[in-house]
Protein backbone atom coordinates (compact mmCIF):
# COMPACT_ATOMS: atom_id res chain seq x y z
CA UNK A 1 0.00 0.00 0.00
CA UNK A 2 3.16 2.78 0.73
CA UNK A 3 4.66 1.75 -2.57
CA UNK A 4 1.03 2.45 -4.54
CA UNK A 5 0.67 6.10 -2.97
CA UNK A 6 4.56 6.83 -3.35
CA UNK A 7 4.06 5.75 -6.82
CA UNK A 8 1.08 7.88 -7.27
CA UNK A 9 2.63 10.54 -5.86
CA UNK A 10 5.49 10.44 -7.90
CA UNK A 11 3.17 10.26 -11.42
CA UNK A 12 2.55 13.88 -11.39
CA UNK A 13 6.06 14.84 -10.46
CA UNK A 14 7.60 12.95 -13.38
CA UNK A 15 5.11 14.34 -15.60
CA UNK A 16 5.63 18.00 -14.83
CA UNK A 17 9.49 17.40 -14.81
CA UNK A 18 9.13 16.72 -18.81
CA UNK A 19 7.73 20.10 -18.99
CA UNK A 20 10.16 22.57 -20.49
CA UNK A 21 8.22 25.14 -18.08
CA UNK A 22 9.13 23.48 -14.80
CA UNK A 23 12.12 22.83 -12.77
CA UNK A 24 12.09 20.49 -10.14
CA UNK A 25 15.05 19.88 -7.89
CA UNK A 26 16.22 19.85 -3.97
CA UNK A 27 18.11 22.09 -1.71
CA UNK A 28 20.24 22.78 1.15
CA UNK A 29 21.69 24.98 3.02
CA UNK A 30 23.14 26.96 6.25
CA UNK A 31 20.88 28.73 8.26
CA UNK A 32 21.62 31.31 11.31
CA UNK A 33 18.15 32.28 13.22
CA UNK A 34 17.10 34.10 15.93
CA UNK A 35 14.10 35.92 17.29
CA UNK A 36 12.40 38.95 17.03
CA UNK A 37 12.17 39.58 20.80
CA UNK A 38 14.48 41.53 23.40
CA UNK A 39 14.58 39.85 27.01
CA UNK A 40 15.40 42.77 29.32
CA UNK A 41 19.00 42.47 30.70
CA UNK A 42 20.00 39.44 28.35
CA UNK A 43 22.28 39.10 25.18
CA UNK A 44 20.77 37.23 22.25
CA UNK A 45 22.84 34.92 19.87
CA UNK A 46 21.80 33.43 16.82
CA UNK A 47 21.50 29.94 16.34
CA UNK A 48 22.73 28.00 13.73
CA UNK A 49 20.81 25.08 12.05
CA UNK A 50 20.10 24.31 8.46
CA UNK A 51 17.73 23.81 6.03
CA UNK A 52 16.60 21.17 3.61
CA UNK A 53 13.64 20.48 0.85
CA UNK A 54 12.73 20.49 -2.79
CA UNK A 55 11.61 23.10 -5.13
CA UNK A 56 9.63 23.43 -7.96
CA UNK A 57 9.38 26.37 -10.18
CA UNK A 58 7.03 27.18 -13.55
CA UNK A 59 8.01 29.83 -15.67
CA UNK A 60 5.18 32.25 -16.75
CA UNK A 61 7.46 33.92 -19.13
CA UNK A 62 11.29 33.68 -20.37
CA UNK A 63 11.95 35.74 -17.33
CA UNK A 64 9.43 35.59 -14.68
CA UNK A 65 8.66 32.71 -12.47
CA UNK A 66 6.28 30.57 -9.83
CA UNK A 67 8.68 29.43 -7.11
CA UNK A 68 7.26 27.24 -4.33
CA UNK A 69 8.68 24.15 -2.49
CA UNK A 70 8.67 22.06 0.96
CA UNK A 71 11.69 22.76 3.24
CA UNK A 72 12.41 21.61 6.35
CA UNK A 73 14.16 24.50 8.75
CA UNK A 74 15.71 24.72 12.03
CA UNK A 75 15.33 27.93 13.57
CA UNK A 76 15.79 29.32 17.54
CA UNK A 77 18.12 31.47 19.57
CA UNK A 78 19.71 31.55 22.56
CA UNK A 79 19.53 34.31 25.49
CA UNK A 80 22.32 34.98 28.45
CA UNK A 81 21.92 36.95 31.33
CA UNK A 82 24.34 40.05 31.22
CA UNK A 83 23.89 41.48 34.64
CA UNK A 84 22.80 40.04 38.02
CA UNK A 85 19.81 41.75 38.42
CA UNK A 86 17.74 38.34 38.96
CA UNK A 87 17.58 36.51 42.52
CA UNK A 88 16.15 32.80 43.26
CA UNK A 89 13.48 31.88 45.74
CA UNK A 90 15.89 32.63 49.01
CA UNK A 91 16.84 36.20 47.54
CA UNK A 92 20.20 34.79 46.58
CA UNK A 93 21.82 36.27 43.11
CA UNK A 94 21.98 34.22 40.49
CA UNK A 95 25.11 33.72 38.67
CA UNK A 96 24.14 32.25 35.50
CA UNK A 97 21.11 32.22 33.02
CA UNK A 98 20.91 30.90 30.01
CA UNK A 99 17.90 29.95 27.59
CA UNK A 100 18.03 28.10 24.31
CA UNK A 101 15.35 27.95 22.02
CA UNK A 102 14.47 25.63 18.78
CA UNK A 103 11.75 25.99 16.51
CA UNK A 104 11.80 23.72 13.37
CA UNK A 105 9.26 23.58 10.84
CA UNK A 106 8.35 22.05 7.39
CA UNK A 107 7.74 25.76 5.27
CA UNK A 108 5.76 25.73 2.28
CA UNK A 109 7.31 28.78 0.55
CA UNK A 110 5.27 30.81 -2.42
CA UNK A 111 7.00 33.53 -4.52
CA UNK A 112 7.16 35.48 -7.86
CA UNK A 113 10.61 35.15 -8.85
CA UNK A 114 12.12 37.48 -11.53
CA UNK A 115 15.28 36.35 -13.35
CA UNK A 116 17.80 37.79 -16.48
CA UNK A 117 19.90 35.87 -18.53
CA UNK A 118 20.10 32.47 -20.29
CA UNK A 119 23.06 30.57 -19.53
CA UNK A 120 23.87 32.18 -16.13
CA UNK A 121 20.55 33.68 -14.40
CA UNK A 122 20.94 36.12 -11.61
CA UNK A 123 17.64 36.12 -10.07
CA UNK A 124 15.04 38.01 -7.21
CA UNK A 125 12.14 36.53 -5.01
CA UNK A 126 10.12 37.10 -2.65
CA UNK A 127 6.43 36.30 -1.58
CA UNK A 128 5.12 34.57 1.89
CA UNK A 129 5.88 31.54 3.67
CA UNK A 130 3.56 29.36 5.45
CA UNK A 131 5.04 26.74 7.91
CA UNK A 132 3.90 24.32 10.76
CA UNK A 133 5.80 23.67 13.74
CA UNK A 134 7.35 20.25 14.36
CA UNK A 135 9.77 20.77 17.16
CA UNK A 136 8.97 23.82 19.70
CA UNK A 137 10.83 23.49 22.95
CA UNK A 138 13.95 25.81 25.47
CA UNK A 139 16.12 24.73 27.68
CA UNK A 140 17.20 26.84 30.49
CA UNK A 141 20.15 26.88 32.45
CA UNK A 142 20.08 27.99 36.10
CA UNK A 143 23.53 28.19 38.02
CA UNK A 144 23.78 24.24 38.18
CA UNK A 145 20.12 23.60 37.11
CA UNK A 146 18.91 23.09 33.74
CA UNK A 147 15.65 21.76 32.83
CA UNK A 148 14.02 21.48 28.52
CA UNK A 149 10.33 22.15 28.46
CA UNK A 150 8.17 21.59 25.69
CA UNK A 151 6.39 24.45 24.00
CA UNK A 152 2.99 24.15 22.35
CA UNK A 153 3.51 23.45 18.58
CA UNK A 154 2.05 26.08 16.20
CA UNK A 155 1.49 27.86 12.96
CA UNK A 156 3.96 30.32 11.08
CA UNK A 157 4.37 32.34 7.83
CA UNK A 158 7.06 34.44 7.06
CA UNK A 159 7.85 36.96 4.65
CA UNK A 160 10.63 35.45 2.34
CA UNK A 161 13.23 37.09 -0.07
CA UNK A 162 15.50 35.66 -2.31
CA UNK A 163 18.47 36.65 -4.44
CA UNK A 164 21.09 34.51 -6.39
CA UNK A 165 22.55 33.23 -9.50
CA UNK A 166 20.88 30.10 -11.64
CA UNK A 167 23.29 28.16 -13.80
CA UNK A 168 22.00 25.88 -16.70
CA UNK A 169 24.41 22.47 -17.24
CA UNK A 170 23.08 20.78 -20.27
CA UNK A 171 19.61 20.23 -18.66
CA UNK A 172 20.35 20.67 -15.56
CA UNK A 173 20.42 23.69 -13.26
CA UNK A 174 23.11 24.90 -10.53
CA UNK A 175 21.23 27.23 -7.75
CA UNK A 176 23.09 29.42 -5.75
CA UNK A 177 21.33 31.61 -3.04
CA UNK A 178 20.92 33.54 -0.43
CA UNK A 179 17.73 34.10 1.42
CA UNK A 180 16.43 36.02 4.72
CA UNK A 181 12.60 34.94 6.15
CA UNK A 182 10.92 37.56 8.88
CA UNK A 183 8.18 35.79 10.70
CA UNK A 184 5.11 37.70 10.80
CA UNK A 185 2.75 35.85 13.75
CA UNK A 186 4.03 34.81 17.36
CA UNK A 187 5.85 31.54 16.61
CA UNK A 188 4.76 29.56 19.93
CA UNK A 189 1.23 29.76 22.10
CA UNK A 190 3.03 29.56 25.97
CA UNK A 191 6.53 30.59 27.19
CA UNK A 192 6.87 33.40 25.52
CA UNK A 193 5.20 36.77 24.26
CA UNK A 194 5.20 37.80 21.00
CA UNK A 195 7.92 35.54 19.91
CA UNK A 196 8.58 35.83 16.07
CA UNK A 197 11.38 33.70 14.53
CA UNK A 198 13.49 35.02 12.03
CA UNK A 199 16.33 33.43 9.89
CA UNK A 200 19.07 34.21 7.17
CA UNK A 201 20.33 31.46 5.07
CA UNK A 202 23.07 30.41 2.19
CA UNK A 203 21.69 27.64 -0.16
CA UNK A 204 23.03 25.75 -2.80
CA UNK A 205 20.34 23.41 -5.20
CA UNK A 206 20.61 21.35 -8.95
CA UNK A 207 17.29 21.51 -10.42
CA UNK A 208 15.97 19.05 -13.24
Known amino acids: MKKLFFILLMIPVVILAQDKNTLIGVKAGFVSSSIVEDIPGFDKKPKPGFLVGGFFDYN ?9 GLNYVTKGAS ?5 MMYTDNNGQPI ?24 KVKPYLST ?9 AKYKYSINERKEKINLDRS ?14 LNGKALLIEVR ?9 ENG ?17
Open 180 to 188: YNLGLVTAV
Open 155 to 168: FDIGYLINGGMQVD
Open 79 to 83: FRATS
Open 60 to 68: LTDNISLST
Open 95 to 118: DFINYDVWLNYLELPVMVKASIGN
Open 192 to 208: FQNVKSSYFSINTGIGF
Open 127 to 135: GLAPAINVL
